[in-house]
C-alpha cells in the first residue's frame, strides 16, 4: 500500500502542482446525516485554487474541474464554490465547499471515512485555477505518516496547503482578521530569534497573548489557546526555516534530512501543545491531578486523578479514580489508551478530532473510552453521537465530584 501512495506523489509532484491535506470532518463526510452540502475548504484555500472565482466578486462564486479519488479510479466533474452570500450582504452564509462528489457511493464521503487523512492534488491552469484534482484518501496510520513526510505536519484544524516546492503555503489569499497571536521578528523574543522556543514557552505565550480567555469556558480556553499557540509556532518557524530552505541543498539527502526534522519538530508540537494547553486550564480550575506519572510498569497515562498516589493506594476504590488521554486525532489511535492506567475500568480521551463515525463512537463507548470534546466542536459529530459526548468543562467537573 505504501509502494502505491508514493507512486500516486510522483505523479502528482510537479510545478503544476498544489496539494491540500486535511481529516475529513463530519460534516465533510455522510457521517452527521444530514443534507450533505459537500467537502469544507477553507476561504484561504479557496482563494489560492481559484482566484479567477473570487477576483469576479458575483454571488456564490464557483468553479468546475474534473476530479479522481485514488481509491474509485473514476472521474466526477466536480464543483467549488463560495457561498459568499453574507459578504455580500445577501444573506448569512460564508463558507466554501467542493460539491459533487457522488454522495454514498463517494469514498471521501464515507462515514467511515470520518477523521482519515485526505489529500487532494490540484493541478494549475493558465489561469491559475485549478484545472483537475486527484484524490489520495489514506487507509491507515502507515499512510498518514508517509503522507505527512511529504507534506509535513497536518493540523487537524486547519489542514495544510503546500505549494509546488513542497513549502507548507500562509493563510493569505482571502484576508481573515490579525491575531495578536502572529508575531513579526521585530516583536518576537530575541532568544526565540536564534533558537527555537521550547514548547512550554510557547505555550505560555499563548496563555499570556491572550489574557481576556482566562473568563471563557474551559472548552473555549482550550481552542483560543490552542490556535494561538499555532500562529506563534508558524511565525517562528517562518523566521528560522524559510531562510534556510532559500539557501538551497547540496543533495537529495541533506534535503530530506532536514525536511524529517521539520516535520517531526511539528508533529511534537501538536501532541505537546494540546497536553500542555490541557494541563494549564486543569491547574486553573484547581483541579487535583498527576501528569505524565507511572501508573504501572512502564504505563504513562498522560493524565491522573487526583494524583499518582491515590492510583497507587490499594485502599482507594477505582470509582474514585480517573485517567484522561489527550489526542489531536483518534480515529485509529484510540485503542492506545486501553491499557493505560490498569484500575481504572473506563478511560476519558481528550481530542480535536472534527468528528467520528457511528460506527466509530460504538466501539470507543464498548471499549470503555468516554469521549471529551471542546463543545465548538460538537456539532462536528452525528447528531447520535452528540447527546453521549464530554464536554471539557463536564469532565472537570465530573473528576472534580468522583476524586473528593
Not at 7 to 31: G, M, P
Not at 96 to 106: F, K
Not at 197 to 215: C, F, G, K
Request: with cysteine; proline share 6%.
Amino acid at each position: 500500500m505504501s509502494f502505491d501512495l508514493l507512486r500516486w506523489f510522483a505523479e502528482v509532484a510537479s510545478q503544476d502542482w498544489i496539494w491540500y491535506a486535511k481529516y475529513l470532518a463530519a460534516n465533510d463526510t455522510l457521517a452527521t446525516g444530514g443534507h450533505q452540502v459537500g467537502l469544507y475548504i477553507p476561504k484561504v484555500v479557496f482563494g489560492t485554487l481559484f482566484p479567477t472565482a473570487v477576483s469576479s466578486h458575483t454571488p456564490n462564486p464557483s468553479h468546475t474541474f474534473p476530479a479522481v479519488v485514488a481509491s474509485e479510479g473514476r472521474e466526477r466533474v466536480v464543483r467549488a464554490i463560495w457561498y459568499n452570500k453574507r459578504v455580500l450582504g445577501q444573506g448569512t452564509r460564508d463558507e466554501c465547499r467542493i460539491t459533487r462528489w457522488g454522495g454514498q457511493s463517494s469514498d471521501i464521503l464515507d462515514p467511515e471515512a470520518t477523521g482519515s487523512l485526505c489529500i487532494f492534488a490540484f493541478r494549475l491552469g493558465s489561469t491559475r485555477d485549478a484545472e483537475e484534482c486527484r484524490v489520495w484518501l489514506c487507509r491507515d496510520l502507515v499512510e498518514e505518516d508517509i503522507a505527512q513526510d511529504w507534506l509535513g505536519f497536518v493540523d487537524p484544524g486547519s489542514g495544510a496547503l503546500v505549494s509546488p516546492s513542497g513549502q507548507q503555503l500562509p493563510d493569505v489569499a482571502i484576508s481573515e482578521a490579525d491575531s495578536p497571536c502572529v508575531l513579526s521578528p521585530e516583536r518576537m523574543p530575541a532568544e526565540w530569534l536564534k533558537s527555537f522556543p521550547d514548547p512550554t514557552e510557547l505555550a505560555a505565550r499563548a496563555v499570556s497573548n491572550l489574557p481576556t480567555a482566562r473568563r471563557k469556558p474551559p472548552d473555549d480556553r482550550l481552542l483560543l489557546r490552542r490556535d494561538c499557540e499555532y500562529q506563534l509556532f508558524r511565525s517562528v518557524e517562518e523566521v528560522h526555516v524559510f531562510p534556510r530552505v532559500q539557501e538551497g541543498f547540496c543533495g537529495v539527502d541533506e534535503f530530506v534530512g532536514y525536511a524529517n526534522a521539520v516535520t517531526n519538530r511539528r508533529k511534537s508540537r501538536s501532541g505537546s501543545s494540546l497536553e500542555l494547553q490541557v494541563k494549564t486550564i486543569l491547574e486553573e480550575e484547581k483541579l487535583p491531578f498527576s501528569h505524565d506519572a507511572v501508573s504501572e510498569a512502564n504505563k504513562r497515562p498522560d493524565f491522573l486523578f487526583p494524583s499518582a498516589d491515590r492510583y497507587r493506594d490499594e485502599g482507594c476504590p477505582p470509582s474514585k479514580l480517573r485517567m484522561l488521554g489527550v489526542k489531536t486525532t483518534c480515529k485509529d489511535r484510540w485503542r492506545q489508551i486501553l491499557e493505560e492506567a490498569d484500575r481504572v475500568p473506563y478511560k476519558h480521551l481528550l481530542t480535536l478530532q472534527r468528528g467520528v463515525s457511528s460506527t466509530q463512537f460504538k466501539q470507543m463507548n464498548s471499549s470503555g473510552i468516554r469521549l471529551v470534546v471542546p463543545s465548538a466542536l460538537h456539532t462536528s459529530y452525528p447528531k447520535e453521537v452528540q447527546g453521549s459526548l464530554l464536554t471539557f468543562a463536564d469532565f472537570i467537573a465530573e473528576a472534580r465530584a468522583a476524586c473528593e
